[in-house]
């Protein structure tokens, strides 16, 4: 598939050059829809955006590795992020979508073709809450693998769910820094708690997610994002979330990679942050 000749026209070059072994620790692929269907179920249908349409990304962004997070719009059918894994399974990893219908050997599968995680949606415009007593059979099913599962949560739940969240017996990710709205400041509870969680040893957060808690040039998310890597700098992630599902405004993720030296200004900082934290999560090289 040829990638559309218009689609980087209008993305600018980054002026932060990436460390060798970047990575975009949350990213998607959807479709192409007639090789790899949408859910039924969908709450939203996204246009395409290939394997080849990420690779190109990729290529002109200087990243060098990813972890494709399965959407909810392709539901439990996880091929199109195995495909896109498996065209280059060196540089990359996968999340994928499960439910309890999942038996042994398909999670051995999903190991195989690069899976290390499992993500469950909380928010609102997902669906909310998953069954929690599908969620937990899950757990029980992924935690002596050594893989982890991925949390997308609103705000507002990150208070109520902290009790549940601080038992999992497993590490963690926090989605998009909670989806903390940036223009309440570093002093609103949802992000006291989600400061208080990153002290866990089994907790690790992105720092992705800028596009969506602020509006260009994502000056209000610096903050926020700054004392979550300051809590934790061994611990977080970061991310690009092409091709921004569900997203208020176009974004070009040059603006995105250009905020990682007001996240982390310390070259070492910025290395743990794009190298060493997703390599040691996810297993590369």
């Known amino acids: ?3 559309h000749p218009g689609f980087l026209a209008k993305r600018r070059k980054p002026a932060f050059k990436l460390p060798p072994g970047s990575c975009d620790a949350h990213c998607h692929v959807f479709g192409p829809g ?24 990729h290529a002109h962004l200087g990243v060098d590795r990813a972890v494709i997070v399965q959407a909810s719009c392709h539901g439990t059918d996880n091929a199109a992020m195995l495909d896109c894994i498996a065209s280059d399974p060196k540089r990359y990893r996968g999340v994928a979508i499960v439910d309890d219908s999942f038996t042994d050997p398909d999670f051995d ?8 995680g499992v993500r469950f949606n909380f928010v609102k415009h997902l669906g909310g809450a998953p069954d929690m007593a599908v969620f937990n059979r899950v757990i029980g099913r992924i935690k002596g693998r050594g893989w982890h599962v991925v949390l997308h949560v609103d705000a507002p739940d990150i208070v109520p769910l902290s009790g549940m969240i601080r038992k999992l017996p497993l590490p963690f990710v926090i989605d998009h ?13 949802p992000l006291r708690a989600l400061t208080e969680l990153s002290r866990l040893e089994n907790c690790w957060i992105k720092v992705c997610g ?41 974004a070009d993720e040059a603006d995105l990679v250009d905020l ?10 910025q290395r743990s942050l794009l190298v060493d934290n997703p390599a040691r999560l996810y297993g590369f090289g």
Do not use: C
């Not at 599968?109 to 290390?116: I, S």
């Open 1 to 3: 598939m040829n990638v």
């Open 34 to 57: 007639d090789k790899f269907p949408y859910a039924p179920q969908r709450r939203y249908t996204p246009q395409d955006a290939p394997k080849e349409m990420l690779a190109a990304l």
């Open 109 to 116: 599968k999903l190991h195989a073709g690069g899976v290390r």
């Open 177 to 189: 820094m909670g989806r903390v709205p940036s223009s309440a400041g570093v002093d609103q509870p």
């Open 210 to 250: 800028s596009e969506r808690i602020s509006m260009p040039p994502y000056a209000a998310a610096v903050p926020i994002a700054r004392a979550l890597v300051e809590a934790a700098p061994s611990r977080v992630l970061w991310g690009t979330d092409f091709p921004h599902p569900n997203a208020t405004h176009e």
């Open 260 to 269: 990682v030296p007001q996240f982390a200004a310390p070259p070492p900082l």
